[in-house]
T-cell receptor, first 113, second 114 residues
Framework: DAGVIQSPRHEVTEMGQEVTLRCKPISGHDYLFWYRQTMMRGLELLIYFNNNVPIDDSGMPEDRFSAKMPNASFSTLKIQPSEPRDSAVYFC???????????FGPGTRLTVT | AQSVTQPDIHITVSEGASLELRCNYSYGATPYLFWYVQSPGQGLQLLLKYFSGDTLVQGIKGFEAEFKRSQSSFNLRKPSVHWSDAAEYFCAVVRTGTASKLTFGTGTRLQVTL
């Protein structure tokens, strides 16, 4: 199995630009999670999906952040417009119903200048 | 509400020495508990998990953890640390009311000296 795939691995952009992060979960997994990791705040859950439906987006910091899951094998996290304080590592993870453990992708390191 | 506490922010051990990383949880029922490891620049990798049954669970890379209900603890251990074990370690618990929503501790950074 290829594991959770994220792209790009690194993204550098200027303040005000739109950023789109991509994730492909493990085949057959029906839960998908987006996390953000910073030194100050640690690992934060932003949003998660079950069977492509957003279940809990209470961790999304503000309206500039949006996430979609158009099908079982693809999800995006979009930031528009981006700000320097969005600089962080963004992780995608997936899990199988009833299994609880989550499998993480390698992350996308976002730098907003 | 569930919570996870990792009281040690940073631990340094010598290569070959034993290791114990502490994790305490707050949860009313029997929890589902996990340990993850994050090497620099990498994602989180699952080391081991506890759902029920035998309170001593074995994981990958020679790690084990023991669930102690009386102490609300799930400490991670390794008898002999290798330099490649230097990483950040996270304890996590499944959050109440949602099937797969994990609550993570703040992590313990392990440094290994040669």
């Amino acid at each position: 199995d290829a594991g959770v795939i994220q792209s790009p691995r690194h993204e550098v952009t200027e303040m005000g630009q739109e950023v789109t992060l991509r994730c492909k979960p493990i085949s057959g997994h029906d839960y998908l999670f987006w996390y953000r990791q910073t030194m100050m705040r640690g690992l934060e859950l932003l949003i998660y999906f079950n069977n492509n439906v957003p279940i809990d987006d209470s961790g999304m910091p503000e309206d500039r952040f949006s996430a979609k899951m158009p099908n079982a094998s693809f999800s995006t996290l979009k930031i528009q417009p981006s700000e320097p304080r969005d600089s962080a590592v963004y992780f995608c993870a997936s899990s199988l119903r009833g299994r609880y453990e989550q499998y993480f992708g390698p992350g996308t390191r976002l730098t907003v200048t | 509400a569930q919570s996870v506490t990792q009281p040690d922010i940073h631990i340094t051990v010598s290569e070959g020495a034993s290791l114990e990383l502490r994790c305490n949880y707050s949860y009313g029922a029997t929890p589902y508990l996990f340990w993850y490891v994050q090497s620099p620049g990498q994602g989180l990798q699952l080391l081991l998990k506890y759902f029920s049954g035998d309170t001593l669970v074995q994981g990958i890379k020679g790690f084990e953890a023991e669930f102690k209900r009386s102490q609300s603890s799930f400490n991670l251990r390794k008898p002999s640390v290798h330099w490649s074990d230097a990483a950040e370690y996270f304890c996590a618990v499944v959050r109440t009311g949602t099937a797969s929503k994990l609550t993570f501790g703040t992590g313990t950074r392990l440094q290994v000296t040669l």
